[in-house]
């Protein structure tokens, strides 16, 4: 399983800019921002990015029903008393490893009653291992902010933002303009950005739409959303060539745990837990050739082709989005195997695969070209 972390509060950068369009909305004296007078702003710069109640229980109930779809494969990870085929990986945030260890408490606990542990008492709690990495070491999950050649052609390269930048002073500035109107200030298109980032944030943790929302018309979330679709895309996936390959690391892994399996090997990884972010989720969607549209997003595109793309951030990459690799046997022949791929706990079809069950032979020709890579090779 290679994840995001669960639901977390706004970064630093947001935090700041939701606390700045708090100030420029206090100026308007339209009765639409009456909801400022009790507002209590909850995104401090000390919570930056740090994960919140609602993240910690999102994976503890996700490792709950894991649990219980799967509980042969629990009983596979563990020998006697020992994790030996179980393997959990978080990056250096604590974010990340705070998912990981709400994962393995919801998946342990549940499934306690379901192990064949002799030694296990009812007030025994399972502590499974979870190993965290240092930022330095990124390099086993393809971070893009430690590869030198991503900084220099994705991050600092203007290109990288040309389609975004000019759909946001086509579209999004037009919805400030209407807000200006109606709220008797002056708001730019970043401003209406600020209040969407408001809007977003008081849905995830408090589930309130009477707040940033109202000021939004229905029309205008669609624009929104396919403007920030048009940052992730040239940012983390197929707008820059490189992006569909950084997930090699990871993929490299993946395979190897499935050539062991298939090849009969005792001793490999059953189980094996990956916790990351959001760029590392669509970095293995861009490897797999996963919701790629026919041509590249533009800013420029029609509303029938905005309409029908393929390439949706808040379907494919939201907080606590996992992608789960599955090695499955026919019951009927053992010997015949198949992958499936789980997007956030529903299976996808893989580009050239016919079908959600994919025989491992045919998945491996589709991807094994893709591996013969490094990280290092990648990067210089």
């Known amino acids: 399983m290679i994840s995001r972390h669960a639901t977390r509060y706004p970064s630093v950068g947001d935090t700041q800019e939701i606390t700045r369009i708090i100030k420029v909305l206090k100026s308007s004296n339209s009765a639409a921002v009456d909801w400022l007078a009790t507002y209590d702003n909850v995104y401090s710069i000390r919570r930056g990015k740090e994960?919140?109640?609602?993240?910690?229980?999102?994976f503890y109930d996700y490792g709950h029903r894991v649990s219980r779809s799967y509980p042969d494969l629990l009983n596979q990870v563990v020998d006697v008393d020992v994790f030996?085929?179980?393997?959990?990986?978080?990056?250096?945030?604590?974010?990340?490893?705070?998912?990981?260890?709400a994962?393995?408490?919801g998946l342990f606990e549940a499934s306690k009653s379901l192990l064949n542990?002799?030694?296990?008492?009812?007030?025994?709690?399972?502590?499974?291992?979870?190993?965290t990495l240092f930022f330095e070491n990124g390099t086993n999950v393809g971070q893009a902010d430690i590869c030198d050649r991503w900084i220099t052609s994705v991050e600092n390269n203007p290109a990288t933002t040309a389609e975004s930048d000019?759909?946001?002073?086509?579209?999004?500035?037009?919805?400030?303009?209407?807000?200006?109107?109606?709220?008797?200030?002056t708001l730019t298109a970043i401003d209406v950005e600020a209040i969407f980032t408001g809007c977003t944030f008081d849905i995830t943790h408090h589930n309130r739409v009477d707040t940033f929302c109202t000021l939004l018309a229905p029309e205008d979330i669609p624009i929104l959303e396919y403007h920030r679709d048009l940052v992730k895309y040239y940012e983390y996936s197929y707008g820059n060539e490189l992006n569909t390959k950084l997930a090699c690391p990871l993929m490299q892994s993946m395979m190897t745990n499935m050539e062991n399996a298939v090849s009969g090997k005792e001793d490999y990884t059953r189980m094996d837990i990956k916790l990351l972010h959001s760029e590392s989720v669509l970095f293995v969607e861009a490897f797999l050739g996963l919701f790629k549209d026919d041509q590249h997003l533009r800013a420029d595109w029609s509303q029938q082709q905005i309409d029908n793309r393929k390439f949706r951030t808040s379907e494919i990459s939201g907080f606590g989005s996992n992608i789960v690799f599955q090695l499955l046997s026919d019951k009927?022949?053992?010997?015949?195997k198949?992958?499936?791929v789980l997007l956030s706990e529903r299976p996808v079809t893989l580009p050239s695969c016919d079908s959600e069950l994919c025989p491992f032979e045919t998945f491996k020709s589709i991807y094994q070209p893709k591996l013969n890579c490094s990280f290092a090779q990648l990067c210089n």
């Open 103 to 105: 994962f393995q408490t």
């Open 84 to 101: 030996l085929y179980y393997s959990s990986l978080a990056s250096w945030s604590k974010r990340t490893a705070q998912s990981a260890i």
């Open 51 to 58: 994960l919140d109640i609602n993240g910690m229980r999102e």
């Open 117 to 131: 542990l002799p030694l296990l008492r009812d007030d025994t709690p399972l502590i499974a291992p979870l190993q």
């Open 332 to 336: 009927n022949n053992p010997t015949a």
């Open 338 to 340: 198949f992958v499936r």
């Open 166 to 185: 000019s759909y946001l002073n086509q579209f999004v500035s037009l919805i400030a303009s209407r807000l200006s109107q109606e709220l008797g200030i």
